[in-house]
Protein backbone atom coordinates (compact mmCIF):
# COMPACT_ATOMS: atom_id res chain seq x y z
CA UNK A 1 0.00 0.00 0.00
CA UNK A 2 1.25 3.58 -0.77
CA UNK A 3 2.06 5.56 2.08
CA UNK A 4 -0.01 9.00 3.39
CA UNK A 5 3.00 11.13 2.42
CA UNK A 6 2.82 9.98 -1.56
CA UNK A 7 -0.95 10.75 -1.34
CA UNK A 8 -0.46 14.14 0.04
CA UNK A 9 -1.43 16.80 -1.97
CA UNK A 10 -2.66 14.49 -4.86
CA UNK A 11 -6.38 15.33 -3.83
CA UNK A 12 -9.18 13.40 -5.72
CA UNK A 13 -7.60 12.39 -8.83
CA UNK A 14 -4.89 9.41 -7.57
CA UNK A 15 -7.81 8.17 -4.99
CA UNK A 16 -10.60 8.41 -7.03
CA UNK A 17 -9.95 7.24 -9.68
CA UNK A 18 -8.43 4.23 -7.18
CA UNK A 19 -7.66 1.45 -9.43
CA UNK A 20 -6.41 3.94 -12.39
CA UNK A 21 -7.94 2.63 -15.33
CA UNK A 22 -7.53 5.42 -17.78
CA UNK A 23 -3.80 4.88 -18.27
CA UNK A 24 -1.28 7.34 -20.30
CA UNK A 25 -3.77 10.20 -20.59
CA UNK A 26 -2.70 12.87 -22.79
CA UNK A 27 -4.36 16.15 -21.82
CA UNK A 28 -3.88 19.20 -24.18
CA UNK A 29 -3.58 22.22 -21.77
CA UNK A 30 -4.74 25.24 -23.94
CA UNK A 31 -4.02 28.80 -21.88
CA UNK A 32 -1.84 31.69 -22.68
CA UNK A 33 -0.58 31.98 -19.59
CA UNK A 34 2.60 30.69 -19.13
CA UNK A 35 2.35 30.29 -15.04
CA UNK A 36 -0.94 28.47 -15.69
CA UNK A 37 -0.10 26.16 -17.85
CA UNK A 38 2.86 25.52 -16.12
CA UNK A 39 0.84 24.72 -12.65
CA UNK A 40 -1.62 22.52 -14.59
CA UNK A 41 1.32 20.75 -16.02
CA UNK A 42 2.90 19.36 -13.15
CA UNK A 43 0.03 18.78 -11.19
CA UNK A 44 -1.53 16.40 -13.80
CA UNK A 45 2.30 14.92 -14.83
CA UNK A 46 2.23 13.63 -10.83
CA UNK A 47 -1.38 12.01 -11.47
CA UNK A 48 0.09 10.47 -14.00
CA UNK A 49 -0.83 12.22 -17.22
CA UNK A 50 1.32 12.92 -20.19
CA UNK A 51 0.69 17.55 -20.57
CA UNK A 52 0.93 18.85 -24.41
CA UNK A 53 0.87 22.68 -23.43
CA UNK A 54 -0.47 25.01 -26.08
CA UNK A 55 -0.91 28.97 -26.04
CA UNK A 56 -2.92 30.15 -28.39
CA UNK A 57 -5.89 28.50 -30.88
CA UNK A 58 -3.39 27.52 -33.75
CA UNK A 59 -1.00 25.96 -31.46
CA UNK A 60 -3.52 24.36 -30.08
CA UNK A 61 -5.12 23.22 -33.38
CA UNK A 62 -1.52 21.80 -34.17
CA UNK A 63 -0.84 19.85 -30.83
CA UNK A 64 -4.20 18.55 -30.99
CA UNK A 65 -2.83 16.43 -33.92
CA UNK A 66 -0.59 14.49 -31.66
CA UNK A 67 -3.50 12.78 -30.43
CA UNK A 68 -5.22 13.42 -27.04
CA UNK A 69 -8.08 12.10 -24.12
CA UNK A 70 -8.86 15.44 -23.26
CA UNK A 71 -8.78 19.09 -23.55
CA UNK A 72 -8.30 22.17 -20.57
CA UNK A 73 -9.58 25.12 -22.77
CA UNK A 74 -8.93 28.76 -22.03
CA UNK A 75 -12.39 30.66 -22.62
CA UNK A 76 -10.19 33.83 -23.61
CA UNK A 77 -7.32 33.35 -26.10
CA UNK A 78 -5.03 36.26 -28.00
CA UNK A 79 -5.98 34.47 -31.61
CA UNK A 80 -9.74 33.54 -31.32
CA UNK A 81 -12.12 32.25 -28.87
CA UNK A 82 -12.28 29.56 -26.50
CA UNK A 83 -16.09 28.39 -27.44
CA UNK A 84 -15.44 29.01 -31.05
CA UNK A 85 -12.34 26.11 -30.67
CA UNK A 86 -15.06 24.03 -28.04
CA UNK A 87 -17.52 24.00 -31.12
CA UNK A 88 -14.64 23.07 -34.02
CA UNK A 89 -13.19 20.28 -31.42
CA UNK A 90 -16.70 19.25 -30.52
CA UNK A 91 -17.31 18.49 -34.15
CA UNK A 92 -14.08 16.60 -35.34
CA UNK A 93 -14.30 14.54 -32.20
CA UNK A 94 -17.92 14.71 -30.28
CA UNK A 95 -16.30 11.98 -27.35
CA UNK A 96 -13.44 14.51 -26.84
CA UNK A 97 -13.99 15.96 -23.20
CA UNK A 98 -12.95 19.78 -23.52
CA UNK A 99 -12.90 21.74 -19.54
CA UNK A 100 -13.26 25.24 -20.04
CA UNK A 101 -11.22 27.57 -17.81
CA UNK A 102 -11.78 31.54 -17.48
CA UNK A 103 -11.57 34.05 -15.17
CA UNK A 104 -14.40 35.91 -15.89
CA UNK A 105 -16.60 33.46 -14.09
CA UNK A 106 -20.63 33.70 -14.12
CA UNK A 107 -23.82 31.59 -14.49
CA UNK A 108 -24.46 33.03 -17.59
CA UNK A 109 -21.03 31.69 -18.96
CA UNK A 110 -21.30 28.36 -17.12
CA UNK A 111 -24.29 27.86 -19.27
CA UNK A 112 -23.21 28.70 -22.51
CA UNK A 113 -20.42 26.55 -21.72
CA UNK A 114 -22.33 23.63 -20.83
CA UNK A 115 -24.41 24.27 -24.47
CA UNK A 116 -21.80 24.10 -26.31
CA UNK A 117 -20.71 21.04 -25.21
CA UNK A 118 -17.81 21.33 -22.89
CA UNK A 119 -17.54 18.23 -19.78
CA UNK A 120 -17.18 21.02 -16.93
CA UNK A 121 -16.44 24.38 -16.40
CA UNK A 122 -13.83 26.05 -13.69
CA UNK A 123 -13.70 29.44 -13.02
CA UNK A 124 -10.21 30.91 -12.39
CA UNK A 125 -8.11 30.74 -9.84
CA UNK A 126 -9.39 27.47 -9.61
CA UNK A 127 -7.63 25.19 -6.93
CA UNK A 128 -5.35 22.30 -8.66
CA UNK A 129 -7.87 19.48 -6.72
CA UNK A 130 -10.50 20.53 -8.23
CA UNK A 131 -9.37 20.30 -11.72
CA UNK A 132 -7.71 16.57 -10.99
CA UNK A 133 -10.95 15.64 -10.11
CA UNK A 134 -12.74 17.09 -13.26
CA UNK A 135 -9.98 15.64 -15.34
CA UNK A 136 -9.94 12.03 -13.91
CA UNK A 137 -14.59 11.91 -14.00
CA UNK A 138 -13.94 13.66 -18.00
CA UNK A 139 -11.82 10.55 -18.47
CA UNK A 140 -13.58 7.98 -16.71
CA UNK A 141 -16.74 9.30 -18.18
CA UNK A 142 -15.63 9.25 -21.55
CA UNK A 143 -14.08 5.82 -21.54
CA UNK A 144 -16.76 4.28 -20.57
CA UNK A 145 -19.43 5.45 -23.06
CA UNK A 146 -16.60 4.60 -25.84
CA UNK A 147 -16.49 1.26 -24.14
CA UNK A 148 -20.51 0.88 -23.64
CA UNK A 149 -20.80 1.75 -27.55
CA UNK A 150 -18.40 -0.84 -28.19
CA UNK A 151 -19.96 -3.85 -26.14
CA UNK A 152 -23.50 -2.50 -27.52
CA UNK A 153 -22.11 -2.06 -31.18
CA UNK A 154 -20.81 -6.13 -30.70
CA UNK A 155 -24.07 -7.80 -28.43
CA UNK A 156 -26.61 -5.50 -28.68
CA UNK A 157 -28.39 -3.03 -26.02
CA UNK A 158 -27.82 -4.88 -22.75
CA UNK A 159 -24.13 -4.88 -21.78
CA UNK A 160 -24.25 -7.98 -19.47
CA UNK A 161 -24.38 -9.85 -22.92
CA UNK A 162 -20.72 -8.18 -23.38
CA UNK A 163 -19.55 -10.34 -20.76
CA UNK A 164 -18.27 -13.08 -23.18
CA UNK A 165 -18.75 -17.06 -22.67
CA UNK A 166 -21.63 -19.13 -22.93
CA UNK A 167 -20.84 -22.19 -20.38
CA UNK A 168 -23.49 -23.38 -17.94
CA UNK A 169 -21.32 -21.07 -15.22
CA UNK A 170 -21.48 -17.86 -17.30
CA UNK A 171 -25.15 -18.35 -18.36
CA UNK A 172 -26.09 -18.45 -14.74
CA UNK A 173 -24.42 -14.98 -13.83
CA UNK A 174 -25.94 -13.42 -16.56
CA UNK A 175 -29.28 -14.23 -15.44
CA UNK A 176 -28.40 -13.48 -11.71
CA UNK A 177 -27.26 -10.28 -13.47
CA UNK A 178 -30.02 -9.15 -15.55
CA UNK A 179 -32.35 -9.68 -12.27
CA UNK A 180 -30.11 -7.52 -10.44
CA UNK A 181 -30.11 -4.76 -12.49
CA UNK A 182 -33.75 -4.72 -12.88
CA UNK A 183 -34.46 -4.68 -9.54
CA UNK A 184 -33.86 -1.88 -6.82
CA UNK A 185 -31.83 -3.83 -5.22
CA UNK A 186 -28.95 -1.23 -3.21
CA UNK A 187 -26.52 -3.68 -2.83
CA UNK A 188 -24.33 -6.43 -4.82
CA UNK A 189 -21.87 -8.52 -3.55
CA UNK A 190 -19.30 -10.08 -5.77
CA UNK A 191 -16.89 -12.81 -4.81
CA UNK A 192 -14.12 -15.07 -6.87
CA UNK A 193 -10.59 -15.11 -8.00
CA UNK A 194 -8.72 -12.05 -9.58
CA UNK A 195 -9.36 -12.09 -12.90
CA UNK A 196 -12.45 -13.54 -12.76
CA UNK A 197 -14.20 -10.41 -13.83
CA UNK A 198 -15.64 -8.64 -11.12
CA UNK A 199 -14.92 -5.25 -12.51
CA UNK A 200 -16.61 -6.17 -15.97
CA UNK A 201 -19.72 -7.58 -13.89
CA UNK A 202 -20.33 -4.00 -11.66
CA UNK A 203 -19.86 -2.28 -15.10
CA UNK A 204 -22.61 -4.25 -16.56
CA UNK A 205 -25.04 -4.57 -13.82
CA UNK A 206 -24.84 -0.43 -13.63
CA UNK A 207 -25.36 -0.26 -17.68
CA UNK A 208 -27.92 -2.26 -17.66
CA UNK A 209 -30.61 -0.43 -14.87
CA UNK A 210 -32.13 2.97 -14.67
CA UNK A 211 -29.02 4.12 -13.10
CA UNK A 212 -26.86 3.81 -16.20
CA UNK A 213 -27.25 7.68 -17.24
CA UNK A 214 -25.67 8.31 -13.53
CA UNK A 215 -22.25 7.92 -12.63
CA UNK A 216 -20.38 5.11 -12.10
CA UNK A 217 -17.45 5.25 -9.59
CA UNK A 218 -14.93 3.10 -8.63
CA UNK A 219 -12.55 2.49 -5.79
CA UNK A 220 -10.02 0.02 -4.57
CA UNK A 221 -9.59 0.14 -0.82
CA UNK A 222 -6.37 -1.77 -0.88
CA UNK A 223 -4.98 1.59 -2.51
CA UNK A 224 -5.82 4.76 -0.45
CA UNK A 225 -4.35 5.46 2.67
CA UNK A 226 -6.82 4.90 5.52
CA UNK A 227 -6.73 8.31 7.07
CA UNK A 228 -7.93 9.75 3.15
CA UNK A 229 -10.41 6.48 2.80
CA UNK A 230 -13.39 8.50 4.80
CA UNK A 231 -12.79 11.71 3.15
CA UNK A 232 -12.57 10.24 0.17
CA UNK A 233 -15.84 7.94 0.49
CA UNK A 234 -17.71 10.65 2.27
CA UNK A 235 -16.24 14.39 1.50
CA UNK A 236 -15.04 16.93 4.14
CA UNK A 237 -15.83 19.96 5.42
CA UNK A 238 -14.08 23.42 5.28
CA UNK A 239 -11.44 23.26 8.07
CA UNK A 240 -12.25 19.59 9.15
CA UNK A 241 -8.29 18.99 9.11
CA UNK A 242 -5.04 20.23 8.02
CA UNK A 243 -5.34 21.80 3.81
CA UNK A 244 -8.87 21.35 4.20
CA UNK A 245 -9.56 24.72 2.45
CA UNK A 246 -12.70 24.51 1.11
CA UNK A 247 -15.47 21.61 1.68
CA UNK A 248 -15.60 18.61 -0.88
CA UNK A 249 -17.80 15.90 -2.16
CA UNK A 250 -17.15 12.52 -1.93
CA UNK A 251 -17.30 9.81 -3.51
CA UNK A 252 -20.96 8.82 -2.52
CA UNK A 253 -22.36 12.29 -3.16
CA UNK A 254 -20.65 12.49 -6.02
CA UNK A 255 -22.10 9.30 -7.34
CA UNK A 256 -25.73 10.10 -6.24
CA UNK A 257 -28.62 8.48 -8.50
CA UNK A 258 -26.04 6.08 -9.52
CA UNK A 259 -23.50 3.04 -8.76
CA UNK A 260 -20.62 3.19 -6.29
CA UNK A 261 -18.36 -0.34 -6.79
CA UNK A 262 -15.88 -1.23 -3.71
CA UNK A 263 -13.33 -3.41 -4.92
CA UNK A 264 -10.89 -5.63 -2.35
CA UNK A 265 -13.97 -4.54 0.25
CA UNK A 266 -12.06 -7.21 2.64
CA UNK A 267 -9.29 -4.65 2.91
CA UNK A 268 -11.14 -2.07 4.83
CA UNK A 269 -10.63 -1.01 7.98
CA UNK A 270 -12.92 -2.26 11.10
CA UNK A 271 -13.88 1.62 11.76
CA UNK A 272 -14.69 2.38 8.15
CA UNK A 273 -16.70 -0.63 8.07
CA UNK A 274 -18.70 0.74 10.66
CA UNK A 275 -19.54 3.95 8.69
CA UNK A 276 -19.85 2.20 5.47
CA UNK A 277 -22.69 -0.24 7.25
CA UNK A 278 -24.50 3.17 9.20
CA UNK A 279 -24.71 4.71 5.25
CA UNK A 280 -25.85 1.21 3.84
CA UNK A 281 -28.79 1.49 6.66
CA UNK A 282 -29.53 4.60 6.70
CA UNK A 283 -28.36 6.27 2.90
CA UNK A 284 -26.75 8.67 4.94
CA UNK A 285 -23.62 10.06 6.43
CA UNK A 286 -21.73 13.10 7.54
CA UNK A 287 -18.54 14.59 5.93
CA UNK A 288 -15.80 14.73 7.78
CA UNK A 289 -16.09 17.39 10.18
CA UNK A 290 -19.56 17.96 9.53
CA UNK A 291 -22.79 18.13 11.54
CA UNK A 292 -25.61 17.64 9.13
CA UNK A 293 -26.90 14.02 7.32
CA UNK A 294 -26.07 13.97 3.30
CA UNK A 295 -28.85 11.21 2.41
CA UNK A 296 -28.05 9.76 -1.38
CA UNK A 297 -29.09 7.47 -3.90
CA UNK A 298 -26.55 5.10 -4.70
CA UNK A 299 -26.38 1.36 -5.72
CA UNK A 300 -23.18 -0.34 -3.69
CA UNK A 301 -21.91 -3.25 -5.66
CA UNK A 302 -18.96 -4.87 -3.27
CA UNK A 303 -16.35 -7.32 -4.50
CA UNK A 304 -13.68 -9.38 -2.86
CA UNK A 305 -11.83 -12.16 -3.58
CA UNK A 306 -10.82 -13.09 -0.43
CA UNK A 307 -13.72 -15.92 1.68
CA UNK A 308 -15.37 -13.32 4.11
CA UNK A 309 -17.38 -15.86 6.56
CA UNK A 310 -13.68 -16.37 7.22
CA UNK A 311 -12.66 -13.02 7.75
CA UNK A 312 -15.68 -12.33 9.78
CA UNK A 313 -14.76 -15.76 11.94
CA UNK A 314 -11.42 -14.64 12.50
CA UNK A 315 -12.56 -11.14 13.87
CA UNK A 316 -10.84 -8.93 10.77
CA UNK A 317 -14.65 -8.32 9.07
CA UNK A 318 -17.76 -7.16 10.59
CA UNK A 319 -20.34 -9.26 10.47
CA UNK A 320 -23.46 -7.23 10.67
CA UNK A 321 -21.57 -5.29 7.31
CA UNK A 322 -21.15 -8.67 5.83
CA UNK A 323 -24.58 -9.45 6.16
CA UNK A 324 -25.70 -6.37 5.06
CA UNK A 325 -23.42 -7.00 1.87
CA UNK A 326 -24.32 -10.39 1.11
CA UNK A 327 -28.37 -9.46 0.12
CA UNK A 328 -27.52 -10.15 -3.14
CA UNK A 329 -24.41 -12.62 -3.91
CA UNK A 330 -22.89 -12.99 -7.10
CA UNK A 331 -19.90 -15.57 -7.29
CA UNK A 332 -17.73 -15.12 -10.05
CA UNK A 333 -17.03 -18.84 -11.43
CA UNK A 334 -13.05 -19.24 -12.35
CA UNK A 335 -11.89 -20.01 -16.11
CA UNK A 336 -11.21 -23.52 -14.83
CA UNK A 337 -15.01 -24.01 -14.00
CA UNK A 338 -16.04 -22.38 -17.41
CA UNK A 339 -15.85 -25.53 -20.27
CA UNK A 340 -16.11 -23.93 -23.16
CA UNK A 341 -15.60 -20.74 -23.04
CA UNK A 342 -11.69 -20.36 -23.90
CA UNK A 343 -12.04 -20.38 -27.98
CA UNK A 344 -14.65 -17.28 -27.33
CA UNK A 345 -12.80 -15.67 -25.08
CA UNK A 346 -9.50 -16.43 -27.61
CA UNK A 347 -11.67 -14.93 -30.55
CA UNK A 348 -12.86 -11.67 -28.60
CA UNK A 349 -9.00 -10.80 -27.39
CA UNK A 350 -7.62 -11.62 -30.73
CA UNK A 351 -10.37 -9.07 -31.83
CA UNK A 352 -9.62 -6.56 -29.52
CA UNK A 353 -6.15 -6.69 -30.50
CA UNK A 354 -6.15 -6.90 -33.85
CA UNK A 355 -7.65 -3.18 -33.47
CA UNK A 356 -5.30 -2.34 -30.60
CA UNK A 357 -1.61 -3.53 -32.44
CA UNK A 358 -3.06 -3.16 -36.16
CA UNK A 359 -2.85 -6.54 -36.49
CA UNK A 360 -4.57 -9.53 -38.83
CA UNK A 361 -4.54 -12.43 -36.59
CA UNK A 362 -7.09 -14.54 -37.58
CA UNK A 363 -6.89 -17.29 -35.07
CA UNK A 364 -5.00 -20.17 -33.36
CA UNK A 365 -3.91 -23.37 -34.99
CA UNK A 366 -5.58 -26.52 -33.30
CA UNK A 367 -2.82 -27.85 -31.36
CA UNK A 368 -2.55 -24.14 -29.69
CA UNK A 369 -5.73 -23.71 -29.06
CA UNK A 370 -5.92 -27.26 -27.40
CA UNK A 371 -2.70 -26.27 -25.16
CA UNK A 372 -4.73 -23.02 -23.75
CA UNK A 373 -8.15 -25.58 -23.24
CA UNK A 374 -5.73 -27.61 -21.31
CA UNK A 375 -4.55 -25.04 -19.20
CA UNK A 376 -5.34 -24.54 -15.60
CA UNK A 377 -5.65 -20.73 -15.72
CA UNK A 378 -4.70 -19.65 -11.94
CA UNK A 379 -4.84 -16.17 -12.96
CA UNK A 380 -8.30 -16.84 -14.74
CA UNK A 381 -9.23 -14.49 -17.49
CA UNK A 382 -7.15 -11.93 -16.73
CA UNK A 383 -4.14 -14.50 -17.88
CA UNK A 384 -5.52 -15.92 -21.06
CA UNK A 385 -5.65 -11.61 -21.53
CA UNK A 386 -1.97 -11.56 -20.92
CA UNK A 387 -0.88 -14.44 -23.34
CA UNK A 388 -3.08 -13.42 -26.45
CA UNK A 389 -1.99 -9.61 -25.54
CA UNK A 390 1.71 -10.67 -26.15
CA UNK A 391 1.39 -13.29 -28.74
CA UNK A 392 -0.67 -10.59 -30.87
CA UNK A 393 2.04 -8.21 -30.34
CA UNK A 394 5.26 -10.01 -30.80
CA UNK A 395 4.30 -12.11 -33.52
CA UNK A 396 4.20 -11.81 -37.08
CA UNK A 397 1.80 -14.63 -37.90
CA UNK A 398 -1.66 -14.64 -38.99
CA UNK A 399 -2.50 -17.85 -37.02
CA UNK A 400 -0.48 -18.42 -34.09
CA UNK A 401 0.88 -21.82 -33.34
CA UNK A 402 2.48 -23.26 -29.93
CA UNK A 403 5.73 -21.42 -31.02
CA UNK A 404 3.77 -18.07 -30.63
CA UNK A 405 2.70 -18.43 -27.09
CA UNK A 406 4.70 -17.07 -24.21
CA UNK A 407 5.41 -19.80 -21.52
CA UNK A 408 1.92 -19.98 -19.22
CA UNK A 409 2.34 -19.64 -15.69
CA UNK A 410 3.38 -22.67 -13.37
CA UNK A 411 2.95 -24.90 -17.01
CA UNK A 412 5.01 -28.28 -15.95
CA UNK A 413 6.60 -30.24 -18.76
CA UNK A 414 4.95 -33.42 -19.25
CA UNK A 415 7.95 -35.69 -18.50
CA UNK A 416 7.96 -34.07 -14.78
CA UNK A 417 4.05 -34.39 -13.69
CA UNK A 418 2.75 -36.90 -11.62
CA UNK A 419 1.41 -40.12 -13.44
CA UNK A 420 -1.93 -41.38 -12.13
CA UNK A 421 -1.25 -44.92 -11.13
CA UNK A 422 -2.91 -47.92 -12.33
CA UNK A 423 -4.69 -48.66 -9.06
CA UNK A 424 -5.87 -45.22 -8.88
CA UNK A 425 -5.62 -42.58 -6.10
CA UNK A 426 -7.27 -41.78 -2.64
CA UNK A 427 -7.15 -37.90 -4.12
CA UNK A 428 -8.36 -36.42 -1.00
CA UNK A 429 -6.02 -37.91 0.92
CA UNK A 430 -3.19 -36.80 -1.64
CA UNK A 431 -4.11 -33.17 -1.46
CA UNK A 432 -4.37 -33.38 1.91
CA UNK A 433 -0.33 -34.61 2.23
CA UNK A 434 0.57 -32.56 -0.29
CA UNK A 435 -0.68 -29.47 2.27
CA UNK A 436 0.59 -30.48 5.14
CA UNK A 437 4.12 -31.05 3.56
CA UNK A 438 4.41 -27.95 2.55
CA UNK A 439 2.93 -26.09 5.56
CA UNK A 440 5.61 -28.16 7.58
CA UNK A 441 8.17 -27.00 5.27
CA UNK A 442 7.12 -23.53 5.20
CA UNK A 443 7.04 -23.66 8.75
CA UNK A 444 3.31 -23.08 9.49
CA UNK A 445 3.21 -20.40 6.62
CA UNK A 446 -0.09 -20.32 4.93
CA UNK A 447 1.27 -17.77 2.53
CA UNK A 448 4.95 -19.54 1.76
CA UNK A 449 3.08 -22.89 1.76
CA UNK A 450 0.83 -21.46 -1.14
CA UNK A 451 4.08 -20.42 -2.88
CA UNK A 452 5.17 -23.89 -2.79
CA UNK A 453 1.69 -25.33 -3.70
CA UNK A 454 1.23 -22.77 -6.36
CA UNK A 455 -1.75 -21.60 -4.77
CA UNK A 456 -3.21 -18.39 -3.32
CA UNK A 457 -3.31 -17.32 0.04
CA UNK A 458 -7.05 -17.70 0.05
CA UNK A 459 -7.31 -21.57 -1.94
CA UNK A 460 -4.19 -22.79 1.14
CA UNK A 461 -6.86 -21.10 4.01
CA UNK A 462 -9.47 -22.99 2.23
CA UNK A 463 -7.75 -25.99 2.20
CA UNK A 464 -6.49 -25.59 5.86
CA UNK A 465 -10.02 -25.42 6.79
CA UNK A 466 -11.14 -28.03 4.83
CA UNK A 467 -8.88 -30.77 6.24
CA UNK A 468 -8.96 -29.02 10.13
CA UNK A 469 -4.74 -28.51 9.99
CA UNK A 470 -2.80 -26.14 11.51
CA UNK A 471 -1.56 -23.27 10.78
CA UNK A 472 0.75 -20.31 12.36
CA UNK A 473 -1.76 -17.26 11.53
CA UNK A 474 0.20 -15.37 13.26
CA UNK A 475 3.01 -15.58 10.64
CA UNK A 476 0.41 -15.05 8.32
CA UNK A 477 -1.13 -12.17 9.44
CA UNK A 478 2.52 -10.77 9.38
CA UNK A 479 2.93 -11.47 6.19
CA UNK A 480 -0.22 -10.32 5.07
Request: net charge negative.
Amino acid sequence: METEEAWAGSGLFGPAQYDRRVPHATVLVVDDEDLVRWSLGQRLEREGCEVVPAASVAEARARREEGVDLVLLDYRLPDGDGLELLAELRRDDPELPVVLMTAYSSVKGAVVAMRGGAFHYLAKPFDLDEVALVVQQALETTRLRRELRHLRSRHGDSSIESLVGESEAMRGVKETLHKIAASPASTVLLTGESGTGKDLAARAIHHASERAPRPFMVVTCSAVPETLLESEFFGHERGAFTDARQQRKGLFELADGGTVYLDEIGEMTPALQAKLLRFLEEKAFKRVGGARDVTVDVRVVAATNRHLEQEVREGRFREDLFYRLNVVPVRMPPLRERHGDVPPLVGYFLDSFNREFRKQVRGLDARALARLEAHGWPGNVRELRNVLERAVLLSEATTLGEAELPPLGRERAREGALRLPPEGVDFAALERGFVTDALERAGGSPTRAAALLGMSRDQIRYRIEKFGLKADETESEREG
